[in-house]
T-cell receptor
């Protein structure tokens, strides 16, 4: 069973702080990794994709990938209350099949 | 300028009925997907079509039958609905040819079976 593990949270951070979300995966052959944000009652929204080891930055978001440790993380700098949502980690396990984690709920307090 | 759209948004029906959900994408993508998100918010793939050809068919009851009339449309027909089918169903699409496999989701259809 190819799995993606996330801490369900909630992860509570004050406004302006850095939120750090983590994800581990079991399929060592996976090559592409994604972070989705899902607000309550809404659909998942793609916010970051990463394919190579290292960091990838996009605005306040940084995705980090370590294939040797089978670990993906998402950093959100200067967290805002509007960032409060569930963040889903997804791993491509082949044939365009994404396996999702159960998500981490982030709460950013003003 | 809707990218991935689904109809209906809400669907309330009784056990034993047959219902369909429609999905359309105007992104020019070649691959479309159906996902199910259960009450615990776990998102799981059900089916995938690439250029009208079924490429992913997860362990889903055969009461569920996808149909892709063309690469911009993917429908889901469900026969003999059961209580356990209550969930949110999401359609998604991606462009496989660029090897990025980034998937974009529709707004979802909340199915309630009573």
């Amino acid at each position: 069973q190819k799995e993606v593990e996330q801490n369900s949270g909630p992860l509570s951070v004050p406004e302006g702080a850095i939120a750090s979300l983590n994800c581990t995966y079991s399929d060592r052959g996976s090559q592409s990794f994604f972070w989705y944000r899902q607000y309550s009652g809404k659909s998942p929204e793609l916010i970051m994709s990463i394919y190579s080891n290292g960091d990838k930055e996009d605005g306040r978001f940084t995705a980090q990938l370590n294939k040797a440790s089978q670990y993906v993380s998402l950093l959100i700098r200067d967290s805002q209350p509007s960032d409060s949502a569930t963040y889903l980690c997804a791993v491509n396990v082949g044939f365009q099949k994404l396996v999702f984690g159960t998500g981490t709920r982030l709460l950013v307090s003003p | 300028d809707t990218a991935v759209s689904q109809t209906p948004k809400y669907l309330v029906t009784q056990m034993g009925n047959d219902k369909s959900i429609k999905c359309e994408q105007n992104l020019g993508h070649d691959t479309m997907y159906w996902y199910k998100q259960d009450s615990k918010k776990f998102l799981k793939i059900m089916f995938s079509y690439n250029n009208k050809e079924l490429i992913i068919n997860e362990t889903v009851p055969n009461r569920f039958s996808p149909k892709s009339p063309d690469k911009a449309h993917l429908n889901l027909h469900i026969n003999s609905l059961e209580l356990g089918d209550s969930a949110v169903y999401f359609c998604a699409s991606s462009q496989v040819l660029d090897s990025l496999y980034e998937q974009y989701f529709g707004p979802g259809t909340r199915l309630t079976v009573t």
